[in-house]
């Protein structure tokens, strides 16, 4: 009973964090530097995380300049907890995000780029959009697994959008994401797979205990020399290395 209480406690201080985001989106964001809205974004991803009663645990440094960031998939924290360590990052997402109640509103006014994944001429329209974006300056994010996992193993790496980074040249940074929660390695709670809904996914973190989420910056990779698929090959390897799963599937 008590834990149902402490849940509902949290998601009532989510909602109006959520509303309040809104406010701050429709108000600030038209004209405002970039870095004042990466400042409200890490700010606002942070205190989600806090409000839902996880502790973000980052590891390592982002390089320096435009770089395109790629991580394993857990769950839909995982662009919080991104955003909340280098709120500059502009993610891929499925186009079905935008469809998602109040969140998908704040996702795109972070400058979200979305893909139909199930369309090959999308996919390519993204490419050349993220690699406008790198040569920009910007830095671009996505998951390579295209979809979530449990946490316990890696999904085959999409190699599509790497192609943004070999025609630019900028390198890929990894990141390997983990939850976990005491007692448990890897958080069931965190996992946002299968029927799963984002509600009772919202409720299963809001009942858990100390959810911890790490953030494992790794050494970014060279494009130089690779193509896109060598080039998924070795950034699944160091991020299942650094998550201690083996990497024996190939890139899809």
Request: contains cysteine; glycine residues 6%; hydrophobic residues 50%.
């Amino acid at each position: 009973m008590l834990r149902s209480l402490r849940a509902v406690w949290r998601l009532g201080r989510v909602l109006v964090h959520i509303l309040h985001g809104v406010w701050v989106a429709w108000r600030e964001f038209d004209g405002a530097s970039a870095a004042h809205r990466c400042a409200r974004i890490q700010w606002w991803s942070a205190r989600l995380l806090a409000l839902l009663g996880l502790r973000l645990r980052p590891d390592g440094r982002f390089a320096p300049g435009a770089h395109l960031i790629a991580a394993n998939h857990v769950s839909w924290l995982d662009i919080t907890a991104v955003h909340a360590v280098c709120p500059q990052a502009r993610f891929v997402s499925k186009a079905d995000v935008k469809a998602w109640p109040v969140l998908g509103w704040l996702i795109t006014a972070a400058g979200t780029l979305f893909i139909e994944r199930e369309s090959k001429r999308d996919a390519l329209r993204v490419v050349h959009q993220s690699a406008e974006a790198l040569a920009a300056g910007d830095t671009v994010a996505f998951f390579p697994e295209g979809t979530t996992s449990d946490g316990h193993q890696l999904l085959p790496f999409h190699a599509n959008l790497l192609q943004a980074a070999v025609t630019t040249g900028v390198p890929v940074q990894p990141l390997a994401l983990r939850f976990s929660e005491p007692g448990h390695p890897v958080s069931p709670a965190a996992a946002y797979i299968g029927d799963t809904t984002l509600l009772q996914s919202l409720w299963r973190i809001a009942c858990a205990d100390a959810i911890e989420v790490r953030v494992g910056i790794l050494a970014p990779i060279d494009p130089a020399g690779l193509d896109r698929r060598a080039l998924s090959q070795a950034l699944r390897a160091r991020i299942a290395a650094a998550l201690g799963i083996a990497s024996d599937t190939p890139p899809a």
